[in-house]
């Protein structure tokens, strides 16, 4: 479980921000009290914020992380792809992350420096019997090992000034390594854009559980992996994932996932059978609404995060979504009998109705300084005091009393339109 995630000169991130998923009212049912790492752990936390204020980058800079571990030792050759703060001396400073997780009860930590140019700092740490206790740590290209760790020498030799210790190291298949790097591998992104500006790839895509054979699709390529394998559905998964689409009410009654007779190469074509009072009919999935989509797009990730205890990272959970289906997702995650191995849930969104159905531990706020610059602040401890549980949240955020709106003057508009002088 992520522990805490602290990230500085990242997009519209200058100065460092930290999201912590440490439960501040502990004896609610909804938080898994860890007693090795002396805290309780939230399954779910929400950013709020105005249009412009970094709240997609708070979890996009997580989901860095998790990319650069994965691709460095490939891809960074000629350069790091990080995206400091644009202003002021963003652009000569690195960018600086941390990520805390717990992982078979035991805290991990790792803390990432870099710049465009180089790795300045990585360190991977472990607090057994909490203490603790280096597992890695380098600086430029002088890597130190913790003793008794001769399997992870190797990682000298592919070293360089622009590769992550942690993406070679944890080929070597040393449990301390591997353990944290597969958890960290493990978190999956929703509604967040690639660096070519188009959605991040799923790990888990909703068509795969109901494929037979999972080629490459040509047409509708988001809703499949990119790239030939071979996949034998698991009848339990796909039984799960028909039974999360009809929670939402769609009238759906199953999933076709087939060859298109008439495409010139080979393409997988996804259609969802509807109730109709002429029996069932099968609709393309790009004929179905918006709503729909999201919501289908959504089953195949959110059930691998429920199934491995990982980590969903959800940008924008409200676009295309009823308030309700929201609530119903955010449910299962707080929810110990559909969420039995603590799996987590990180997302924006600007539906102030979902307050409602948080509690004030699992509310983060956003603001963007007179420097353009992201702030990041918890509700339960707005303005270093601390939020009463009886508030109603959703009413107290839209009087303002925590900030976070957005500013609606609209003298600028006006006086352009003349309307005023």
């Known amino acids: 479980m992520l522990i805490r995630f602290e990230a500085s000169n990242f997009r519209s991130i200058l100065e460092p921000v930290e999201?912590?998923?440490?439960?501040?009212?502990?004896?609610?049912?909804?938080?898994?009290?860890l007693p090795n790492i002396g805290a309780s752990l939230l399954h779910v936390a929400a950013i709020f914020g105005p249009n412009a204020s970094g709240k997609s980058n708070v979890v996009a800079a997580l989901g860095w992380v998790r990319?650069?571990?994965?691709?460095?030792?490939?891809?960074?050759?000629?350069?790091?792809?990080?995206?400091?703060?644009?202003?002021?001396?963003?652009?000569?400073?690195?960018?600086?992350?941390?990520?805390?997780?717990?992982?078979h009860?035991?805290?991990?930590?790792?803390?990432?420096?870099?710049?465009?140019?180089?790795?300045?700092?990585?360190?991977?740490?472990?607090?057994?019997?909490?203490?603790?206790?280096?597992?890695?740590?380098?600086?430029?290209s002088e890597l130190k090992l913790q003793r008794g760790l001769g399997s992870l020498s190797g990682t000298r030799?592919?070293?360089?000034?622009?590769?992550?210790?942690?993406?070679?190291?944890?080929?070597?298949?040393?449990?301390?390594?591997?353990?944290?790097?597969?958890?960290?591998?493990?978190?999956?992104?929703?509604?967040?854009l690639d660096r070519r500006g188009l959605p991040a790839a799923s790990r888990q895509p909703t068509a795969r559980l109901f494929a037979s054979e999972a080629e490459p699709d040509q047409v509708q390529e988001s809703l499949f992996d990119v790239g030939p394998t071979t996949h034998s559905v698991d009848p339990n998964?796909?039984?799960?994932?028909?039974?999360?689409?009809?929670i939402a009410d769609l009238g759906i009654d199953d999933v076709l996932v087939a060859n298109d007779p008439e495409a010139r190469r080979p393409t997988r074509r996804v259609q969802l059978k509807h109730r109709t009072t002429r029996g069932s009919i099968p609709l393309d999935f790009a004929a179905e609404s918006a709503g729909t989509q999201t919501w289908?797009?959504?089953?195949?990730?959110?059930?691998?995060?429920?199934?491995?205890?990982?980590?969903?990272?959800?940008?924008e959970l409200d676009a295309s979504l009823h308030p309700a289906l929201s609530q119903q997702l955010i449910a299962l995650f707080q929810s110990r009998d559909t969420n039995p191995l603590d799996a987590q849930l990180i997302f924006t969104t600007h539906d102030t109705s979902l307050l409602n159905h948080l509690n004030r531990d699992e509310v983060w706020l956003t603001e963007k300084t007179e420097d353009g610059a992201t702030r990041l602040g918890a509700l339960a401890e707005f303005a270093g005091e601390r939020v009463r549980t009886?508030?109603?949240?959703?009413?107290?955020?839209?009087?303002?009393?925590?900030?976070?709106?957005?500013?609606?003057?609209r003298t600028d508009l006006l006086r352009a339109l003349g309307l005023i002088a």
């Open 390 to 409: 009886s508030v109603n949240l959703e009413r107290a955020y839209l009087q303002g009393r925590f900030g976070a709106l957005p500013d609606t003057d």
């Open 237 to 246: 998964e796909r039984a799960e994932a028909l039974a999360l689409l009809r």
């Open 296 to 315: 289908f797009r959504l089953i195949g990730p959110v059930l691998a995060a429920l199934r491995e205890g990982s980590l969903l990272l959800f940008d």
């Open 157 to 192: 030799e592919l070293l360089t000034s622009r590769t992550l210790a942690l993406s070679i190291a944890r080929r070597f298949e040393e449990p301390l390594v591997s353990d944290f790097a597969t958890d960290l591998l493990r978190i999956q992104t929703l509604g967040l």
């Open 105 to 140: 009860g035991v805290r991990f930590e790792y803390v990432l420096e870099v710049d465009r140019q180089a790795v300045h700092y990585e360190g991977l740490f472990h607090y057994p019997e909490k203490k603790r206790r280096r597992i890695f740590e380098r600086e430029g």
């Open 19 to 33: 999201l912590s998923m440490v439960a501040v009212d502990s004896a609610r049912q909804e938080a898994r009290e």
């Open 67 to 103: 990319d650069a571990v994965r691709t460095s030792l490939r891809l960074w050759d000629d350069n790091v792809p990080i995206e400091p703060f644009a202003f002021g001396d963003g652009p000569e400073r690195p960018s600086e992350f941390t990520v805390e997780a717990e992982i």
